[in-house]
């Protein structure tokens, strides 16, 4: 089974392949750097931030964000 690692779906039906976004192209819709990002999900997995970023689906190695998770963050971003 895949890891999920704070799922954006609250709670809601799993995306399909198809609503997953590469986190470049997370990084563009909400004006971030990919590196940003990364650093987000850094500071949320060790503890030391939980509510920084968007919410990101990890499938393996690779991470990626949905459309509502990206929608629902950018009202917070620079807040």
Avoid at 28 to 52: D, E, P
């Amino acid at each position: 089974m895949p890891e999920q690692e704070h799922a954006a779906t609250g709670g809601a039906a799993e995306p399909s392949i198809a609503d997953l976004l590469t986190e470049t192209e997370a990084a563009a819709i909400v004006g971030l750097t990919v590196g940003t990002l990364q650093t987000y999900r850094k500071l949320r997995k060790s503890g030391q931030s939980r509510h920084i970023g968007p919410d990101y689906i990890k499938l393996g190695a690779a991470v990626f964000y949905t459309r509502a998770a990206l929608e629902a963050y950018r009202p917070k971003a620079g807040a």
